[in-house]
């Protein structure tokens, strides 16, 4: 590479890093884990400036190259995408003045990822902790003053945020409850900074409570100009809002059709919502739950590398746990940490989220509905295997380091979407249940299209969605409404699991057909997933570039073809 263009490259990492210190500590940067970010208007200001600035330059030194290797162009393109996207929504979006729980996810997340991750002896990350945490009345200071005009604030997103801070000061207590006392020296300054954020975030809480929850009267929609600059530089789709949500609208009635054969299969008598109604009793005990996981991604595990379906990463390994208190009410079901990017491990983490313990037993029967046997495999083929684990376990190996930090939903999302149906055609599910769920997971994200470009760009509101997801997909109103606040926080990333997973198919037959019968599944999962987590749309012109009769590999790992039959 063009040392003109690498160190630019670096500058520009180094101060993503420095700028994002959480998000520095979930990719596996540990020169900032001591710090919070600085969400004063200045430094905000400043991020804005040097953001623009890089982006001139970068864009500069590109074009005064005469001729970009394959990878290095790529770089250029996911590299001023991101620096596109980020600039609009500091300028447009500005969740800094707008939306209380960013600063949650900053200190909680901060928190998280340097205890249940082992890069350094827990002493140590206690330490560091502790100075991340002695910066949380700063960091929530700046917030009270940010978040000073109701005007623009959002009065779900306060809601929002004051539901999150009950689970938050759970997590701090049972952090220190469960850690100070296995910290040695360490142990009692981080149990006092543990106590003394929860103090900082219940003052929080009681601001938000009294000073905006009945004042917010802010829109959260983006926007229609900020949702297609989103799916054109961060995702690479080539479609407006009115193509995108006919696509959801064909999408769900393609869903739906498929379902209701697969349930006429079973029972032509009866309609797949009274069979799904009454097979949400068959589900594992709160004691058992987690373990019931833990067995399924090990049968996941083992047919993908029987099957063939896709390598294996060296090393790699998934642990299964309880989703942290501080997310359970933005996460219903089950989520996935991804390994470090720049870290030395590879372990990811997949969330299951228990029924409340402070809930009456009623509710918390209702939420074990939620993990049924026959969804947990489609569950566990989405967030381990062949979906988020496999797939993200690769993607934080390849040489890029741009590739490795900047990513889009719609190939990570879409994959993982991908994975259900692939699971199906592979004859992963033993239950035939488990297909009709799996159907009704389709629905449900298909949905999501149209909720998604309603949401941000057609004033659909809050309950006129979540009463979408249960009127269609049949979700509990609760979870319903969960997962649309969710997505009021987070514009194109709900479509991205439907988008994602055509885009991959469409990909997987045009490859197919070039290749005839020389076409391999694994190879063609290792070639895709071997670029990084990038839009599909750019690694379809590198994949088709190479001519119907190739089979080559990608040269995204590290700079020469790989082995890609290699065992897992």
Not at 27 to 34: C, F, L, Q, T, Y
Not at 194 to 199: G, K, L, Q, V
Not at 526 to 547: C, T
Request: charged share 30%; with cysteine; hydrophobic share 40%.
């Amino acid at each position: 590479m063009d040392p003109r263009l690498s160190g630019l490259i670096d500058d520009i990492l180094r101060f993503n890093w420095s700028v994002n210190p959480t998000a520095a500590t979930a990719m596996g940067i540990h020169d900032h884990d001591d710090r919070l970010v600085d969400c004063s208007p200045e430094a905000i200001d400043e991020r804005l400036r040097v953001t623009a600035r890089y982006r001139r330059e970068l864009a500069r030194i590109a074009e005064s190259i005469p001729k970009l290797a394959p990878d290095e162009a790529l770089d250029v393109r996911v590299l001023l995408g991101a620096l596109d996207v980020e600039s609009h929504l500091l300028e447009e979006a500005r969740p800094a003045f707008r939306d209380p729980a960013s600063y949650l996810d900053e200190i909680l997340y901060g928190v998280y990822y340097l205890v249940e991750r082992e890069f350094a002896p827990l002493p140590e990350r206690l330490r560091t902790a502790v100075r991340r945490l002695r910066a949380v009345p700063r960091l929530l200071g700046q917030a009270r003053a940010n978040l000073s005009d109701p005007a623009i604030i959002p009065r779900e997103w306060v809601g929002a945020a004051l539901q999150q801070i009950q689970g938050s000061a759970s997590f701090l207590e049972q952090l220190a409850r469960g850690l100070a006392p296995r910290a040695g020296a360490s142990g009692p300054d981080f149990a006092q900074a543990c106590e003394a954020a929860t103090r900082s975030l219940g003052e929080f809480a009681n601001h938000l409570r009294t000073t905006l929850l009945g004042a917010a009267k802010g829109d959260f929609a983006s926007g229609r100009a900020l949702f297609e600059l989103m799916l054109r530089t961060q995702h690479g789709i080539d479609m407006d809002v009115e193509a995108l949500e006919a696509f959801g609208q064909r999408l769900i009635a393609a869903s739906r059709a498929r379902l209701e054969e697969a349930a006429r299969a079973l029972d032509p008598l009866r309609p797949w919502q009274e069979m799904v109604a009454e097979w949400k009793t068959d589900h594992p005990s709160e004691e058992r739950l987690v373990e019931e996981y833990r067995r399924e991604v090990e049968r996941a595990r083992d047919f993908v590398r029987t099957r063939g379906l896709a390598t294996l990463p060296e090393g790699e390994t998934l642990r299964v746990v309880a989703t942290p208190a501080f997310q359970r009410t933005v996460t219903p079901f089950a989520a996935y940490v991804a390994p470090a990017a720049f870290e030395g491990g590879r372990e990811g983490f997949l969330w299951v989220t228990p029924p409340d313990e402070g809930a009456p037993a009623e509710l918390r029967a209702r939420m074990l509905q939620d993990h049924m046997r026959p969804a947990i495999p489609a569950t566990v083929a989405h967030e381990a295997y062949p979906g988020h684990h496999l797939q993200l376990s690769v993607a934080s190996r390849i040489a890029s380091k741009v590739r490795r930090s900047f990513v889009t939903p719609l190939l990570i999302e879409g994959w993982a979407f991908y994975c259900e149906e692939l699971m199906a055609e592979q004859s992963y599910y033993r239950d035939a249940r488990s297909r009709v769920v799996q159907l009704k997971d389709e629905l449900w994200r298909a949905c999501r299209v149209v909720i998604d470009v309603g949401l941000h760009t057609r004033g659909m509101s809050v309950e006129e969605a979540a009463g979408m997801l249960s009127e269609i997909a049949r979700l509990e109103v609760p979870n319903a409404r969960a997962e649309v606040l969710r997505y009021t926080r987070s514009p194109t990333q709900p479509m991205s699991y439907a988008v994602g997973k055509h885009a991959i198919l469409d990909l997987r037959e045009e490859v197919r057909r070039r290749r005839g019968a020389a076409f391999d599944l694994k190879l063609f999962h290792d070639d895709l997933l071997s670029y990084g987590s990038i839009p599909v749309a750019h690694i379809r012109e590198r994949m088709l570039a190479r001519g119907p009769a190739s089979a080559a590999p990608a040269r995204g790992r590290n700079g020469r073809g790989r082995a890609s039959r290699s065992g897992g």
